[in-house]
């Protein structure tokens, strides 16, 4: 079952934080019982993949200001049928800012459901966001069509950007990995 990969994952992080056992137990449900939740127009919401990207030196975050909601997140992007979502986190990353990405850790450094509202055909649904930590090759990025803007972002200044709970969320973990490992 191409969906076994994602759910395994997801059983790994349930134990790494129990504390997000409501949002796991949700995201594992959506999975399991939307065989088409990799599709772009599966309604019901859908698998994206991000990327928590940092610079070489790991001091910075590439966020992008997003065209289509006006905001400063994280990379990332649609699945569009792709099970692997390492795999879409990293394809969206480079297709975003130009840059060379590679995998930090293979296990989910977040996930996080949040609402798309409606825009044109699109009705409003759901992302069920998995997200891994990645660092570029370099700093010199180039700006996609999908952003407004991109901004190397000092890690401990996010706020000066986003006040998004899952992103100061990800800082968190990805202070602890740091301090960890």
């Not at 901004?151 to 006040?163: G, K, M």
Request: with cysteine; aromatic share 8%; net charge negative.
């Amino acid at each position: 079952m191409h969906r076994t990969p994602l759910l395994e994952q997801l059983a790994v992080y349930a134990d790494a934080y129990p504390a997000e056992a409501a949002t796991v137990e949700r995201f594992r449900d959506f999975v399991s019982s939307h065989a088409d939740c990799f599709q772009r127009n599966c309604w019901h919401g859908h698998v994206t993949g991000s990327a928590w990207l940092v610079n070489p030196a790991r001091t910075h975050l590439l966020l992008t200001h997003h065209r289509k909601l006006n905001m400063w997140l994280q990379l990332g992007g649609h699945s569009d049928g792709d099970a692997d979502t390492r795999a879409v986190a990293r394809r969206e990353a480079e297709e975003e800012s130009g840059l060379q990405v590679r995998l930090l850790r293979p296990q989910i450094l977040d996930i996080d459901i949040h609402a798309i509202p409606a825009r044109k055909q699109d009705p409003a649904h759901h992302h069920f966001d998995v997200r891994y930590a990645m660092a570029a090759a370099s700093e010199d990025f180039v700006v996609s069509s999908e952003s407004m803007s991109l901004a190397w972002v000092e890690i401990r200044q996010l706020e000066q950007y986003t006040t998004e709970t899952s992103i100061l969320r990800m800082r968190e973990k990805w202070r602890l990995e740091m301090t960890s490992g």
